[in-house]
C-alpha cells in the first residue's frame, strides 16, 4: 500500500473533543502521514503520535512569512503550500460549519483552493439562520470525495446528495478501558464559558451559582468533585474560578480542578474514574458515556440534544437556559439511580465515521 500524505483541517485551540478526534484520525490510519498547522505546543500533546507532523504557525518566521505573501496577494500561503504536497485533505471536527461573519471568505477558498481529495469527519452543520449560507454549503459539500456527519437533524440537510452519510459522533468509538477505575468515586462537572455565547450571557452568573450550589451540596456528602477544564482558550478555566469563588472553605477543600492543556490522557483517567458526569461540554458527555459514568447533560447547544435523540437518552438532561429549575434532588436521583447508556453498538457504528477515507486509502 502507497504511504499517503494527508493535510488535516481541524479546531487547533487546544480542546479536548476536537484533539481527540485527530489522535483517533491518526491512530486509525498509523500507516500514513498526517500534516497539521498548528501551535507548536500541540507538540506536546501527541508527542507519541510518530505520523502526525505537526507545522508551527506562532514561529517568527512563518508569521513574517504569511505577511509578506498576503501583501503578493497570496493568503493563506502555508496552508497552500503544505496542500500541494499533500494527496487529500480531512475537515474533521464537530462545529466546523457555523454562520459567522468571515463564513464567505472561507466559503471561497475551500471551492476554489482545494483542488484535491477532500473528506468532512465527524461534522454538524450550523446553526445559522440564513438560507444562503446553507445554499453555499449545499453546493460546495457537491465537491467533497466523502462526507459523514454525526447527527440526523445534519443528515436530514444534506441527504439528497449522495457521498453524504451520517454515524455517530468519532468519540464513540474510542477505547475509554485503560481508562476506567474499578472504584469509580465522585462527580466530574465539566464547565463552559456562556459570556462570550451568544444568547447565553444573560444566564452565566445563575448557572455559575448553580454549579456552586451543587459543589457545596456534594461537599456536605462527602462525595469528591472535580471540576474540568476542556478549553483553556474559551476561558473555562476562568469560569471554575469564579466558581470557586463563590464556594465555602469546605467545599473548596472537597473539588479538585482538572485543566486540560496537553495532557489528553490525565484527562481521560481522571474522567475514567468519575462514578458521575455533569457535562456542559458536548465531549464530557460522550466521554461520560462511553467511560460508564451516570451522565446529566447541560444543554447549551442543539447538537447536544439532537446527539441525545439519536441516541435515545432516557436519563434526564437540563436546557442551559433553565438551570434555575435543576434540584438537587434531581442531581442525587441521578447519581444513585440512574442507569448507565450502552454504548457497545454506537462504538461500532462510529467506526464508518471513516468508511470514506479508508476507501480512499486502500484504493
Known amino acids: 500500500m502507497e504511504r499517503k500524505k494527508i493535510f488535516i483541517s481541524a ?25 497539521i498547522i498548528a501551535n507548536k505546543e500541540y ?47 480531512v475537515c474533521i471536527g464537530g462545529s466546523i460549519f457555523i454562520q459567522n461573519e468571515n463564513w464567505k471568505n472561507r466559503f471561497e477558498f475551500m471551492l476554489k483552493e482545494i483542488d484535491k481529495p477532500k473528506f468532512v469527519i465527524g461534522s454538524n452543520f450550523g446553526p445559522f439562520d440564513d438560507d444562503g449560507f446553507y445554499s453555499a454549503f449545499h453546493e460546495l459539500f457537491k465537491c467533497f470525495t466523502d462526507i459523514c456527519v454525526r447527527d440526523d437533524y445534519t443528515y436530514s440537510l444534506f441527504h439528497d446528495l449522495k457521498n453524504v452519510r451520517k454515524a455517530p459522533d468519532i468519540v464513540f468509538q474510542y477505547d475509554m478501558k485503560k481508562h476506567i477505575s474499578e472504584e469509580k468515586q465522585g462527580v466530574g462537572i465539566s464547565v463552559i464559558n456562556l459570556r462570550n455565547r451568544k444568547g447565553l450571557e444573560k444566564v452565566c452568573e445563575v448557572y455559575e451559582e448553580k454549579i456552586a450550589s451543587v459543589c457545596e451540596m456534594f461537599a456536605t456528602k462527602n462525595i469528591p468533585v472535580k471540576l474540568f477544564s476542556f478549553c483553556k482558550f474559551e476561558k473555562d478555566n476562568d469560569v471554575i474560578e469564579k466558581i470557586k469563588d463563590k464556594l465555602s472553605d469546605i467545599a473548596k477543600e472537597n473539588c479538585k480542578v482538572i485543566l486540560y492543556e496537553t495532557d489528553l490522557e490525565m484527562l481521560l483517567d481522571q474522567i475514567g474514574n468519575c462514578k458521575m458526569i455533569i457535562a456542559s461540554r458536548f465531549h464530557a458527555m460522550i466521554l461520560g458515556w462511553i467511560a460508564q459514568c451516570k451522565v446529566l447533560p447541560l444543554i447549551y447547544s442543539d447538537k447536544m440534544l439532537n446527539v441525545i435523540n439519536d441516541v435515545r437518552f432516557t436519563g434526564k438532561y437540563v436546557d442551559i437556559k433553565n438551570i434555575e429549575s435543576l434540584t438537587m434532588d434531581d442531581i442525587m436521583k441521578i447519581y444513585e439511580n440512574q442507569p448507565i447508556l450502552r454504548t457497545e453498538i454506537l462504538s461500532k457504528e462510529a467506526e464508518r465515521q471513516f468508511d470514506g477515507l479508508k476507501q480512499y486509502l486502500n484504493t
Do not use: P, W
Request: glycine share 2%; net charge positive; hydrophobic share 35%.
Open 11 to 35: 479546531y487547533t485551540c487546544f480542546n479536548v473533543g476536537d484533539d481527540l478526534f485527530i489522535k483517533i484520525l491518526c491512530d486509525k490510519f498509523s500507516e500514513h502521514d498526517f500534516y
Open 43 to 89: 507538540r506536546k500533546i501527541f508527542r507519541e503520535q510518530k505520523n502526525l507532523h505537526i507545522i508551527d504557525s506562532s514561529s517568527a518566521y512563518q508569521r513574517y512569512l504569511n505577511k509578506i505573501m498576503s501583501l503578493l496577494h497570496k493568503e493563506h500561503y502555508t496552508i497552500r503550500k503544505t496542500i500541494l504536497s499533500c494527496d487529500a485533505i
